[in-house]
């Protein structure tokens, strides 16, 4: 009876593991589908003062370069953009890279920083931009932008 009962468990577990694996497909397809996707902002109330957000991963060899613009409204005073490199695990998951999560504070309301990764290892990555713009006034948004994937 006991085996019976993992068998069936085992069955189940491996019809509805296509289903979970589908679903994460076509999370991360709507993700990362378009280059610069998130470029410019989408019709929506929340995205008060940002103009655009681009992150971007090129990789040359085994070099990573992480850039990320951001152009706000002018009343923003500081732009703050933390910066991660991802690289995809099992199951279309992402972790972050070896020591790769940078920060930088501009006081201003443009920004462009760019970091370097030396020495990566095979896989499929991408740079996950989380820009907090905030204002004189104390008002603050945050918008989280992701690169297209890059495999090596």
Do not use: H
Request: aromatic share 10%.
């Amino acid at each position: 009876m006991k085996k019976i009962a993992v068998l069936m468990t085992m069955v189940l577990l491996l019809c509805a593991l296509p289903l979970t694996a589908y679903a994460e497909a076509d999370e991360l397809y709507m993700e990362t589908a378009a280059p610069y996707a998130a470029s410019t902002p989408p019709a929506s109330p929340n995205w008060t003062y940002a103009g655009t957000i681009v992150s971007a991963l090129d990789i040359y060899g085994t070099t990573a370069v992480c850039s990320s613009s951001v152009t706000a409204d002018t009343v923003v005073t500081c732009i703050e953009i933390e910066r991660t490199l991802q690289v995809e695990g099992f199951f279309w998951t992402w972790s972050t890279y070896k020591d790769t999560v940078w920060k930088s504070y501009i006081y201003d309301n443009s920004a462009l920083v760019s970091n370097d990764k030396p020495d990566l290892t095979s896989g499929t990555y991408r740079l996950k931009t989380v820009v907090t713009l905030r204002t004189a006034s104390g008002k603050s948004e945050t918008i989280t932008a992701y690169s297209p994937t890059v495999t090596i």
